[in-house]
Each structure stands twice: as structure tokens, then as C-alpha cells.
């Protein structure tokens, strides 16, 4: 039975610390890709009189065709904002140590900065961005007899 008075959510705004690794489990060809990412905060210490600059890294897990995504656009420094779940794991080391490790799990990424960052990086393209429309011919309305014209609202 499920705890409704539970939930397991993440939301992240950083930018990320290395390019993402893609590869495929080798049982079900399922793509993972990991990678990091940073976020800031910035905090005022009394005692000095100076701000402070605090980062956090997070490991970033993504499965499936994010992951392919996350492959084929995303590049260290490019930022993101990251929602998803954390997900804790455990191995054997090869001394047969427990080990343990607390990766956050993501369910939708979202490109963040400029278009232009994106266009030098060619992950955006206007080919890509609009559809491939049937041809039509280009005959007028009045050279098909008995067929009516339709009318457009725009």
C-alpha cells in the first residue's frame, strides 16, 4: 500500500560540471546517462563582513530517452533545470565493502540561457523546430469543379 502522505521530489537549477556519459546496459540495450551538476547559494558571514559562495554538487542519474537527450544536447557549463527523484543504491566494492551512494534520479530536464547559446552549440536547429508539411498542388480553387472553397479563420 502506498503512503499518501509521502513524496520523493527534487527540483534542481545548476549547470553542469562534466559532459554526460551515455551508454547501454548490456542485458536490455536501455541507455543511462550520468553526469553532475553544481548549484550556488550565496551566504552573508557576519563575522567577516563578506558574502560567500557555497557550491553543491549532485549526481545525475537519467534513463531512457532522456538519457539519449540529455547525450545529444547538454555540455558542461550548459544550464538546466533538473525534476526529479532521489534514489539511494548499494554494491559490493571489490574488497566486499557495503557501499552506498545517493544519486537524484531525473524525470524532466528543461534547457535553460539564452537561444543563442544553443544555436553556437548546434543543438538548435530550424529545420528541426518545424514540421515537414504535405505539398499541395497549385491548381486554383476555381480550376476543381465541385469542390468548395475552404475558408480560413487567420
Not at 563575522?47 to 537519467?62: G, K, L, Q
Not at 559490493?92 to 551512494?101: A, S
Request: hydrophobic share 30%; net charge negative; aromatic share 8%.
Amino acid at each position: 500500500m502506498r503512503d499518501i502522505n509521502s513524496l520523493n521530489k527534487v527540483l534542481l537549477i545548476g549547470r553542469l560540471g562534466q559532459n554526460p556519459e551515455l551508454r547501454y546496459l548490456p542485458q536490455t540495450e536501455r541507455a543511462v546517462t550520468k553526469f553532475s551538476l553544481a548549484t550556488n547559494e550565496r551566504y552573508f558571514n557576519p563575522s567577516t563582513n563578506e558574502s560567500v559562495d557555497r557550491t553543491e554538487w549532485h549526481r545525475i542519474v537519467v534513463w531512457g530517452k532522456l538519457a539519449e537527450f540529455c547525450e545529444k544536447y547538454l555540455n558542461q557549463g550548459k544550464q538546466i533545470m533538473l525534476e526529479g527523484k532521489l534514489r539511494t543504491r548499494n554494491w559490493q566494492d571489490k574488497d566486499g565493502n557495503k557501499r552506498y551512494t545517493t544519486e537524484i534520479e531525473a524525470q524532466n530536464i528543461i534547457l535553460l540561457g539564452k537561444k543563442e547559446d544553443a544555436v553556437e552549440e548546434g543543438s538548435y536547429s530550424k529545420t528541426e523546430a518545424t514540421p515537414d508539411f504535405p505539398k499541395t498542388d497549385d491548381t486554383s480553387p476555381a480550376d476543381k469543379e465541385g469542390e468548395e472553397e475552404d475558408e480560413v479563420p487567420f
